[in-house]
């Protein structure tokens, strides 16, 4: 069966009335939960797990994927209203969308969100149908020295997100990398950094960071705001659409994030949230006004949410195709699929077609819904921001502690978020940027893991990142990108 | 539900005031389980949780809650249970490594095995295989041996960490057929996995169920497991011990346990496992737990004491030795 073939088979699998129904009801619960700082997929997806042993197999997984995409919709919306990424991965989203927001324009910020989201599944779509294969073996090829250069990259590429103080954000990149240390050291087993405290040896837990970083930190930001009670006009719905013009800034931007996204998406270990991340850098690298970037740019929406949407699609490529899960919340997916007799890898498009098929075309409908459902729904979103601020922030705060309590059922990561927050809140004070911090940390181990590891395997020698071609390929990029920066900066002085 | 749950607990601790500690009451269980588990939800180690106390909580009862508290490859879901307020009320299943390895690997574990721990019942055991690339010049296990003893390190193996299960059975084997291999950790079978077959790493250790599909697949081949007998699982697939120059008593297998705190009453360790017994010589509890790639084990609490002891003693020396390399 061919890419099209099995599409169109597995529309007649995701059209049936008991699995339509179960699709539509993961993604609303998606959105919702994407909404809600903390509050993730994950979390969502691990709760539902046992109930969906009273389904179809279709129904279950086609609910639970509804989940995670549908929450990437939902996370990017109070990043852009209130500052407070839903999801990690949308963290990045705040650093336009809440400008956008400030400046009134909250619903043009989201519709831009809503339509990148969608073009940015349906290309993760397309090249789920047409490329999965070639992905698949992609993703095989990559070693660990192909990995580790690729970040190498990802990292210098990304570092220049805020980049109008070079120094304060290399601060910030450099204490996420410091942040990511922390744990047990995969290679040697050594504890780094964990003072002894046994909940520390997993590492400092990612949505703890964040919902401290930006959540916690922003609340206590709007403390002595708490009285301004800026209640915004009533807005008419032409308001809430963007202008031709800025339309036309959409597109562009939205493909080069889809692109991105679905490639990363598609290595296991990468994930959406560096794809965000890679996006907005790439946008602010080729724009002809970098300086619009963190003041309100389209473009600093459109790519991000393009991005993380289209690698939330294509994160099924390694999962379905190889068996091999590219973050925590695949595992969980994985794990769905094997409690309902289905195992997936090599032999599940043989062995499963309807399962894999009527998976993929219901993420064409799901997303087809979603598209429908949070249109509508931008006005109300909007309407959130005339809640009282006394009201707003402390359920909020509850919901943080609620997520980020759900993700492992610990209250040592309660403390740690209140503590991060603090943190957040003095870095915000002297003009830090933390979504570097994030990237840091997300970047940071798996940069070391895989060096080492690709040392390790070379058997101590160097060599190995310039003698595999596509590790040597971005090696080389990498180093481009320092020298040209280099260059930039050297000028500016001269001309000084 | 904070609030009633402490309720709950201040009631509970109200009557245990009335009367004296130790003393078993008759009518346990009067209240819901907790079964912590420290591995998260979904996890093969939570799914055989829940294969168990499904019937469990029939037997006795009372409703059954699962605690997922995972982290430090399962260390902090048997603190939890051990810190958990009301001990007889709260349990745990755990993997083999927080009662026997872990005290050697995990600084500060907050508890002492012989001590705390009251063990009810081995659940399920599990082999692994031993896994290399369809295209690996030997076909069985002598001439992997051979291969491997060309000279140090001259094949790598992956592991899902330091202290794993796939890395202690590597480091066993290496020592009963006297040759050394590479160690490259990684963090999950998946990724072992896609090393092997993207020929990257040489071979690893695994559970057999997260290899049979790329076997099929024509991508791996497995060249010995680690039970002392074949496994369903693994049809066709040799047994290790005894073959290629390996003692007759090679064996290594990853296990599932149900334990209590050390406080629980006797009386109450004895019901659970002849419950327990009774679960796993189910048929259909034996197939679940087959599909999974587990082995429904059982026996007596005196078994697993054993059982416990005997790995301590065995993967013990096993890190001595890896200690003694670095």
Redesign the interface.
Known sequence: MSGWDGFLHGLSVATQPGVLIYCAFGVVLGTFVGVLPGIGAMATISLLLPITYYLSPEAALVMLAGVYYGSQYGGAVASILLRLPGTPQSAVTTLDGYPLAQQGRAGVALFTSMISSFSGSMIGIFVLIVLSGALARAAIAFGAAEYAAMMILGLVAASTVGAKDPAKSLAMVVLGLILGCVGTDVNSGVQRFTFGQTELMDGINLVALAMGLFGVAEVIANIHAAERTGVPPRVALRELLPSRAELRRIPFPALRGASLGSFFGALPGTGSTISSFLAYAAERRISRHPDRFGKGAIEGVAGPEAANNAAAISAFVPTLALGIPGDPIMALMLGALVIHGVQPGPLMLEARPDMFWGLIASFGIGNLLLLILNLPLIGIWVSMLRIPFRWLYPAILIFVCLGVYSVRGSSFDMFAVALIGLVGYALSLARFNPALLLLGFVLGPLIETNLRRALLIARGDPMVFLQRPLAAAFMIAAAGLIVMSLVQVIRRRMRA | MIMSRRAALLGAAAISLCKPAMAQDASWPSQPQHVFVGF????SPD?LA?IVTEPLADKLGQPIVI???????G??GV?QMLNAKDQQNTFATTINGPLTTAPR??????YDVAKDIAPVALLATSPLVLVVAADFPADDLAGFIKAAGKEP?AL?YGSV???SGAHLTAELFSDRAGVEM?H?????Y??V???I??N??DCGFMAPSAAM??V??G?LKILGITSEKPFAKAPGVPVMAGQAGLPDDFRAELWNAFIAPAATDPAVIKTLNTDINAILADDAVQKRML??GWQAAGGSPEDLQKRIAQDTKVWGAVLDRINAKQ
């Open positions: 998260p939800a979904g996890s799914l829940r605690e997922n508290k995972p982290g430090a490859g260390v902090i603190q690997l995990t600084p500060n574990l907050g390190d790598a960490g330091k202290g590479l490259i950790p990684f963090t999950s998946a990724e996995t896609t090393a077959i993207g990257e790493i599909q790329y099929q697949a991508k599909d999974m």
